[in-house]
């Protein structure tokens, strides 16, 4: 393995510039702190790879490894840990211990462990003669289940009311663009962040968005005419470059600078738990009003971009069920009324 090391070194500074650009050169020194040279050439080489395009993918996979070898050096004792060769079955397990002990969300571990996995079959694909760890019946948690015995924390969902206030509290151009996009159009807070001005067609009416989304697949999204007013207005004559712009630094917006924006709209109109009010609660808002206006499954998991239609079904589930169960036992209920009121006789047909 370790002839394989040096193979890596001649691009390593192409890689550590384009990676000081995506994810910033905190994370790099952070990973480059934590795990072994070869470890770490092979982290690099996983995360300018193609299947992890998204910037904002890129930093959460790099936070996990950091994290997961952060706790796996302490618990071996071992600096800087040698993640690759050194992970066996065994210290998976313990961290999984770990987790649910220190009561980490079920969506933290399955992260964290799904990155871990993808970083050895990347390494794996490559010739590095290492197998994952991470076992799929014995470490993964199922999506929905918890470590406490309650369940597993969704995302909120709002009344429409509240959802017409953030919209009226959006007091700037930006503001109301970004609650549109939201809401309206259903982006993910990294759909939006990265999306480039290169992609609007702003010459044709109605103004129209290509939108890259998971799997790099592409849709597109025509603006209504309040919506399209805003990002005209907000991005003036810039025709290249992030949609979004930080005017303190000239760089593209951030996904933390897109949750401080729902927060601060939450603040103004006065809601309850304002800090609750991430982007993902306007699109799971968004999705749960579209299954009570009774749009089909099939045209609400296009819009959404999701691959399968569980997840997209999630969203009733989640706002629904409880609503459906009611009304199933509220019919049990009523038969047994009507055998005491003597409108039914007992065991007959109805």
Known sequence: MSELVPQALPIHDAIRRQLTTDIGGARLLRLQGVLDRLTFSVVLHWLTSERRASPNTKQGYADDVARFAEWAGEFRGQHPVQLLTGTDKTTVTAWTLHARHADRAVRTQRR???ALRSLFNYAARNGFPVTSPVSTEDHIPKAGTSNTGRPEGATPVLDLVHIVALRQAAQTDEEHL????????????????????ENVDRDRSPVRFQVKRKGSKWIQRDLAADTAASFLACVGDRREGPMLLDPKTGTGRTRFQIIDTTRRLARRAGLARPTKVTPHVLRATAITALFDASI??????AWAGHADPKTTRMYWERANAARRDAALSSTLATGLDHVLAGLIEPGADE
Request: glycine share 4%; no cysteine.
């Open 296 to 301: 089909a499954l099939h045209e609400i998991q």
């Open 178 to 197: 970004i609650f549109d996009l939201l809401y309206l159009h259903g982006l993910r807070e990294s759909e939006l962040v990265e999306q480039r001005l």
């Open 112 to 114: 964290t462990l799904y």
